[in-house]
């Protein structure tokens, strides 16, 4: 076939077999030729091609319309000899081979290969359209139950009535009984929603159409909306079944939002997805359940009644959840005597169940790199830094001016919090650099809090002035080191005024309205609905609380400076403070005081 295509080409000129062949310019041939030195010449159509006397083979390519009695008269004079080359075939025919048939060819040609693909049992070049979903069976994957998913109680009693229904069906059916056809699980990433779902489909022992949202879109317009549809069938093909759709914000965004078009492919497959869930008889025994982060950018018509009606939250763990997470993943670790979980919960608010994961692989990880067989507290404390900032990096060097500079800085943040009643108690005070940061200071609440007072909010905000404050008050001078600090301090004073009414000058009022767009993920967007006046006031405001926290914290330094100068002596020396060390330092300069 190939050759055939070569013929052709080769027929309408279009490419040479010019291998050790001269080639010439029009102009130069014909010098040739006039110096006698041409011996002989084929003439084809826009080219010929020949031998000198001296055995050198040419080819010469020109215009057709040079081709003529012009050329022969010129040839017969120098006494070249020449012949014309017939073409095989008439130009009317190469045209039509060329433009008819040749496309014809291709085609067929791509058709066999199409053909024999499928031929082969690999059906590859059919499964655009084929959902990506991953189909678990209890038997081949570790089944996993409510008893993996520590805390998140609540979610696990909402579920509880969708596994009963999995597991027996007809047992509903029989009484008539409606069960939501889509359950949308949402909350921050990491805290189990994945895991929950994996649990339902375990403990309801049904298989587990797993899929995520991004993998319904692909470049070609309509395979989402295919897919969606093999997914859909498939599941009901083996109902009893679970479909989860993990991080359906990929395609259930509100509709009509996409930047400039484009957009209409994943449109459709929302489209699709709305409609197989309007399509199926929920008694069926398919459940869908999905999961996001971003609930909020949902489209609402996901959201109502007979799609994806009921909203169950996962939110980070608290205290108890903590411990509980904390209990499942050092089951089967072993863990020496002096490991106290719940103080490792206690100084964890915050992290998500994949964070506390991660804590106890790190601490398991460096315990075997230190030949140990037990994880001991102190490879947990380790791990509890390196979650939070990144690996210590030893490595680093660090000047001394610039350690000092670090530890008056840090011993600065930890000496207000201590003086400030309100202020979050300090845990540790390190000039050991980690991640980005050269030194740290760990506050945190001895409990999780869900209101913050005003007060609370004025003594963090001293805090965390404090740093800058104890480098001017030292070094007299301000450095780069107090900008991330700076930079917290700013927002939190910000939403006091505008966002939590904490201004007397100002009042009780939200100002502007800040929202996530919908375009552009997880950007804030701030609307401003208030005058050049307020915003003025705003702007002062702002300054005032940063102002009065900075000169306070400055107050507290200056007052106690040889607690200061004290402290960062033996932070300098030891690189880290625990708590418990600062305390005793504390109180130790409150003694000399008195006495
Ligand atoms: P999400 O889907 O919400 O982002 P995942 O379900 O993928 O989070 O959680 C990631 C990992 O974190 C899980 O594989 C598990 O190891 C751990 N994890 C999260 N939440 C819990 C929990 N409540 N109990 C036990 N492990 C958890
Ligand atoms: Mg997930
Ligand atoms: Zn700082």
């Given at each position: ?201 375990g403990e309801a022992n049904v298989p587990f159409f797993h899929i995520s949202g991004s993998e319904f879109v692909e ?377």
């Amino acid at each position: 076939m190939l050759f055939f295509f070569f013929l052709i080409l080769l027929m309408r000129g279009s490419i040479t077999y010019n291998m050790g062949v001269e080639k010439y310019g029009y102009s130069e041939f014909l010098e040739k030729v006039e110096k006698g030195e041409v011996l002989k010449c084929v003439i084809g159509r826009g080219e010929v091609s020949g031998e000198l006397k001296n055995g050198t083979h040419f080819i010469t390519r020109f215009l057709p319309e040079l081709v003529g009695p012009e050329l022969e008269k010129t040839l017969k004079k120098n006494g070249v000899r020449f012949t014309y080359r017939t073409p095989l075939l008439s130009e009317g025919w190469q045209n039509l081979l060329f433009y008819l048939i040749l496309p014809i060819f291709v085609l067929v040609i791509f058709w066999s290969l199409f053909l024999r693909g499928m031929q082969a049992g690999n059906r590859e070049a059919f499964t655009f359209a084929r959902s990506r979903a991953r189909k678990y069976t209890p038997a081949n994957i570790p089944r996993v139950t409510f008893n993996d998913v520590a805390g998140a109680d609540e979610a696990k009693q909402e579920l509880q009535e969708i596994v009963e229904f999995l597991k027996n069906p007809r047992k509903f059916q029989a009484l008539g009984a409606k069960i939501p056809k889509g359950v949308l699980l949402y909350g921050p990433p990491g805290c189990g929603k994945t895991l929950l779902a994996r649990a339902v489909a375990g403990e309801a022992n049904v298989p587990f159409f797993h899929i995520s949202g991004s993998e319904f879109v692909e470049m070609f317009v309509g395979v989402g909306a295919a897919r969606v549809r093999d997914l859909f069938d498939q599941a009901k093909a083996n109902a009893p079944c679970l479909i989860f759709i993990d991080e359906i914000d990929a395609v259930g965004r509100q509709r009509g939002t996409g930047l400039g078009g484009g957009h209409d492919e994943r449109e459709q497959t929302l489209n699709q997805i709305l409609a197989e869930m309007d399509g199926f008889d929920p008694n069926i025994g398919v459940i869908v359940l999905a999961a996001t982060n971003r609930p909020d950018v949902l489209d609402p018509a996901l959201l109502r009644p007979g799609r994806f009606d009921r909203h169950i939250v996962i939110d980070h763990p608290d205290l108890k959840g903590r411990l509980e997470i904390l209990k499942v993943h050092t089951q089967n670790k072993p863990l020496g005597e002096d490991v106290d979980l719940e103080m490792i919960a206690r100084r964890t608010p915050g992290f998500s169940g994949a964070d506390l994961a991660n804590l106890v692989n790190e601490a398991a990880l460096l315990a075997a790199r230190l030949g140990k067989h037990k994880i001991t507290m102190s490879e947990m404390e380790e791990a509890i830094e390196r979650v939070v900032a990144g690996p210590q990096r030893r490595s680093r060097v660090i000047s001394e001016k610039e350690k000092k500079l670090v530890a008056y800085h840090e011993v600065g943040h930890a000496l207000v919090a201590k003086m400030l009643p309100n202020a979050n108690p300090v845990h540790k005070i390190s000039i050991l650099p980690r991640g980005m940061a050269l030194g740290y200071t760990l506050q945190f609440p001895e409990q999780d809090k869900y209101i913050i007072t005003k007060s609370e909010l004025m003594d963090e905000l001293s805090a965390l002035l404090a740093g800058r404050a104890a480098e001017e008050i030292v070094f007299g001078e301000t450095t780069t080191g107090a900008q991330n600090d700076l930079q917290r301090a700013t927002d939190i004073a910000r939403r006091m005024v505008c966002e939590l009414g904490m201004s007397e000058r100002i009042g009780p009022i939200t100002l502007g309205r800040r929202h996530g767009n919908p375009f552009l993920g997880r950007d804030i967007f701030e609307d401003r609905n208030y005058s050049d006046e307020v915003a003025r006031l705003i702007d002062e405001e702002v300054k005032n609380i940063i102002e009065t926290n900075y000169k306070r914290a400055e107050e507290i330094l200056r007052e106690n400076r040889d607690v200061l100068e004290k402290l960062v002596g033996i932070l300098l020396q030891k690189e880290t403070l625990e708590k418990e060390e600062i305390d005793r330092i504390l109180s130790d300069g409150e003694d000399s005081q008195q006495s």
